[in-house]
């Protein structure tokens, strides 16, 4: 080999070698780009762990769970709110309703007893079987006949109410409410100290027993007191009922 041959070879191989520093680099460089993007498609298709996908479904079922919860308390509150405005219509056509009731409800006036005591003679009204008395006379009884053991025995109001009426040994009542008149007849004049218009409450005492209307003889065989209650009536008036509506002996 002589002396030209030695100074061509001499270029080649040191264009090589720069070819292997300039672009040497730059293959490295895709090498490692290579290398990122095979381990990041391996991660990615890499199968997720048992405790990964546990997680995940635990959480997706929890967004399931307040998502049903949600539902359900808009579906209570839809519920609540229809059963309040139904409750509100109904308490509307209650009170319709009752503002159209008719006024002649039964007589709500306490009564007390007058007296303690029994029955000798009960209650018969107009259109009851008439009673026949001691002396053999058939008679409508609008009241009822109380026996007592004795005379004097302390008769009491029945009612709170005003005196309308005293006459002889009978008094009259009438309600607070004036829906009902009560009389008390048979009683011993002299003990009545009331008069026309006075004020009694109940259970004050009016008189006592005596023996003045002469049904001993006629009607009962016994001491006794006379009750009688007369209810309004829609027209004003008076009439008479059964006191056992009432009271009880």
Known sequence: MDKNDLLNKQPNKNHRLSFLKKDGFYLILFLCLCIIAGVATYVNTKPKSSSAVKQENK???????????????????????????????????????NASVSTSAPVVTTVVAPIKGVIAQAYTGTDGVMAVGLDKVSRTILGEYIKVDNLGIPVYSSVNGTVSVVESGRVTILSNDKKLKIIYDNLNPSSIKLKTGDAVKQNDQIAVVGDSDNAKDRIVDCNHLYFEIDEKQQDGSYRDVNPQNYIKY
């Open 59 to 97: 959480v997706s079922l929890n967004k399931k769970k307040v998502k049903t919860k949600t539902n359900v308390n808009t579906a209570k509150a839809d519920v609540s709110k229809d059963q309040s405005k139904n409750t509100n219509m109904d308490n509307a056509n209650l009170a319709k309703n």
